[in-house]
């Protein structure tokens, strides 16, 4: 007789980092107890996953919930469903734009007591790297966080402030010993802001002139310096939301020479380009800016060979009256956690055949193996029975009440999808599943394991 175990998919086609099998899968007491062909046991749930692709559930490195303080932007009860509708079982959220943001202890715990109610999904939590708390970055790392978030440029919030040089060589200095890593929103704080100013001293505030004044080379520039303090000091540096491929260059340059510096970029990276920011308007606003049609082949030949350590939503919302106005002046920054891992089945897989075991590299298992944290990210044997099941031939338009976000909102409402997510199962409890939330909030703190 078979044992007994609380879940078995069967019959679906499980996404290795090495291949597609057909194979079942077993979950018990949260964690993968068995694969194989087929599973004598029985089980308190079985899912026959027959016809449908079994991922890893994703982990999106890079968003930003709001809890506490900014609710009225997001929330992490709203965010977290977006995301599970999305496939995705964990998140790394960003110190800011909660209110206060995450620079001590003390606003760690204020964040971690809503999450510990609210979050549907597994979550881990950036630590703020700033000029007024480098002396904060020791308890920060006793909390737990993942790693710390600095901006060479304005954070476009007042009380996070932006990393000088001074800060960010000592500071990096400091994360080398701790051994966490530094994410860095990399954009000359000098040459934007002068731009910026220019621009506005003459009633330039137009979509254009909004990227004339993040041109190419504020990022260039930003991104040769952060990798300069990297070498000198040790320090794990990880360039964020990477959008010009020429970054991306810089970036592999400077591991052949043994700096431990990786890169992610973001999905509208690959799928929107400068004129889709034209056409949709200040919804479609981030900060670096989208890039031309040209740079973004460059990009998806930069995530074909590898060069790309992986993909985030930075999932940036705020409420829809801030972005109302001049495009210059209005806020930067997109909703986007829900559609990554369909975004890339559409944009990747289908248009451009990208395996999906790369697709599965680039949101799941790569993320977690750079931020140490055990026991997630892949189909194994004793990781948690994290899966995102996919219905590649369902095609569906995306429509402002399929969102989950507290704003239903995204520039990619109306868009075509082809690879649609239909479950979600967090250590082997369904979170989401054809189209509807099921699950109370049961996400539990991940911790870098050293």
Excluded at 119 to 135: A, K, M, Q
């Amino acid at each position: 007789m078979g044992k007994r175990y609380d879940l078995v998919i069967r019959n679906g086609n499980l996404v290795f980092p090495d291949g597609i099998k057909k194979l079942d899968v077993a979950v018990y007491d949260g964690i993968i107890a068995e694969i194989a062909p087929e599973i004598m046991g029985s089980a308190a749930e079985t899912v026959d996953a027959a016809g449908k692709y079994v991922f890893a559930g994703a982990t999106d490195g890079h968003v930003h919930f709001n809890d506490p303080g900014r609710t009225e932007w997001e929330t992490i009860k709203t965010g977290s469903s977006a995301l599970a509708a999305g496939g995705g079982v964990a998140y790394f959220d960003m110190p800011l734009n909660c209110n206060p943001c995450t620079l001590d202890a003390k606003n760690f715990q204020a964040k971690l007591a809503v999450a510990q109610k609210e979050s549907l999904v597994d979550y881990g939590f950036w630590g703020g790297f700033t000029p007024g708390n480098l002396d904060k970055l020791e308890e920060l790392a006793e909390c737990g966080v993942i790693g710390f978030k600095a901006f060479s440029c304005f954070s476009g919030i007042d009380e996070f402030e932006g990393a000088d040089d001074y800060t960010a060589l000592v500071g990096m200095e400091r994360l080398a010993k701790l051994g966490l890593p530094l994410m860095v929103h990399c954009e000359n704080a000098q040459l934007t802001k002068k731009f910026t100013e220019l621009a506005l001293a003459q009633n330039r505030t137009g979509v254009r002139d909004y990227f004339a004044a993040h041109a190419p080379i504020t990022e260039i520039e930003s991104v040769s310096r952060m990798i300069a303090f990297a070498e000198g000091t040790g320090c794990k540096l990880i360039i964020a939301h990477v959008s010009l491929a020429r970054s991306v260059e810089l970036v592999t340059e400077a591991r052949k020479r043994g700096v431990d510096v990786q890169c992610e970029t973001i999905g509208h990276y690959l799928i929107l380009t400068d004129e889709d920011v034209e056409r949709l308007g200040t919804i479609a606003k981030c900060s670096p800016p989208i890039r031309d049609a040209q740079n973004q082949a460059k990009m998806w030949g930069k995530l074909l060979n590898g060069e790309i350590d992986f993909v985030s939503s930075d999932h940036s919302p705020c409420d829809p009256k801030l972005k109302n106005g001049p495009f210059l002046k209005v806020w930067g920054g997109i909703s986007a956690c829900q559609t990554t891992l369909t975004g890339l089945l559409t944009h990747a897989y289908r248009e451009r055949k990208v395996p999906l075991t790369d697709i599965a590299e680039l949101t799941s298992h790569k993320v977690n193996e750079i931020f140490k944290i055990k026991g997630k990210g892949k189909i194994a044997v004793g990781y948690d029975g994290d899966f995102a099941l996919v219905d590649l031939d369902k095609q569906f338009t995306l429509q402002a009440e399929d969102l989950f976000y507290k704003h239903k909102v995204s520039p990619y409402v109306g868009d075509s999808f082809h690879g649609a997510v239909v479950q979600t199962i967090l250590r082997g409890t369904t979170v989401f599943k054809d189209g509807k939330i099921v699950s109370r909030p049961i996400g539990k703190l991940l911790r870098p394991s050293f």
